[in-house]
């Protein structure tokens, strides 16, 4: 089953872990609300060292609490980080086990920091696969932070856009809506993201040049921004220049430029 039980932030009451927005830096007015990122490249930055796969991991979960902490400085109100994907349990059973401990070890770990900086922490995907005890955890996890409105961090685990378009369509489908009745607003309300704003920015690194099933509907609008920089490597600088990159863009969404245009999409 995904995890969706969550609480619009709109309707988050403020608590004493709730921190002040910080000082936005001199990126004009520019800023994305919401920052997704396909974290890749751990393998090949082990192997580049001579380490294990997991080792490259481990470095890059590592990196999560520095990106997720510079992202807040920023002043970004929404990050998605993609984790696992659907399609990574064909990996070795060794390395998915590996991954699995380390995220039971991340979520033991950085819960208290999360909600220490006001943090609010979500799941998109299955739990279907995880050990009991992980489940439990992420869940605990998320309850304990739902208040938090300084950064929605939400986590994509075992998680890929078809899966997530297909769980959608099931639900209209189980609620009774007609046909006649789907639009793009019915069908946004199904999805795991029903109540975040679409991506402005999808980040990623390694080089690749593509979406690999990430955020297939929420990302029509989205701006793109590849480096070769492997996940593990990927600074707090890195982010403040995928930012400015985005600053200098003219979105149009299907407009004129130079004119106001809104994105036609329900969630922007």
Known sequence: ??????????????????????????????????????MDGNGRWAAQ????????????????????????????????????STDNWRRPADEIAGILRILAGVIERETDELHRQGAQLRHIGSLEGLDSDLQTAVLNAIERTRNNRRLILTLAFNYSGRQELLAAIKSLVSSGVSAEAVDEETLQAHLFTRDLPDPDLIIRTSGEHRLSNFLLWQSAYSEFFFTPTLWPDFSADDLCEAV????????????VPGEDSAAPLVNR
């Open 244 to 255: 400015r990159e985005y600053g200098r863009r003219e979105r149009r969404f299907g407009g």
């Open 1 to 38: 089953m995904a995890s969706r039980s969550w609480s619009p932030v709109s309707e988050a009451e403020p608590t004493s872990a709730a921190i002040s927005a910080p000082r936005a830096p001199a990126y004009g007015s520019a800023i994305p609300r919401h920052i997704a990122i396909i």
């Open 49 to 84: 060292r001579g380490l294990p796969r997991l080792s490259g991991h481990q470095h890059g979960t590592d990196n999560i609490r520095r990106i997720t902490t510079a992202a807040a400085e920023i002043g970004v109100e929404c990050l998605t980080l993609w984790a696992f």
